[in-house]
Nanobody, 115 residues
Framework: QVQLVESGGGLVQAGGSLRLSCAGS????????MGWFRQAPGKGREFVAR????????VYADSVKGRFTISRDSAKNTLYLQMSSLKPEDTAIYYC????????WGQGTQITVSS
């Protein structure tokens, strides 16, 4: 079974930066296309960014384009999301998953951006 553990969340002021990490079990991160997703309070889960298995193609949601960067370290089997210029509307629980996403989701990591 694929296990993914997100970390790196926290409280940050608007305009600040954070880097999220996603550690995968087995060969998950270095074998599959991977993505970041988020769920804000009272809303459904939404796509944030994705990266293909080789790491040379990325796609971002319009809401984060130019502010977030997805990357992967295959040697460490870890996925990252570098977030900068954070806005209060980025407040959400952030999840990683394969892309397309599987049915199992981790606990996620909470990002709270204060204004």
């Amino acid at each position: 079974q694929v296990q993914l553990v997100e970390s790196g969340g926290g409280l940050v002021q608007a305009g600040g930066s954070l880097r999220l990490s996603c550690a995968g079990s087995g060969r998950t991160v270095r074998t599959y296309g991977m993505g970041w997703f988020r769920q804000a309070p009272g809303k459904g889960r939404e796509f944030v960014a994705r990266i293909n298995y080789s790491g040379d193609s990325t796609v971002y949601a319009d809401s984060v384009k130019g502010r977030f960067t997805i990357s992967r370290d295959s040697a460490k089997n870890t996925l990252y999301l570098q977030m900068s210029s954070l806005k209060p509307e980025d407040t959400a629980i952030y999840y990683c998953n394969t892309y397309p996403p599987g049915t199992r989701w981790g606990q996620g990591t909470q990002i709270t951006v204060s204004s």
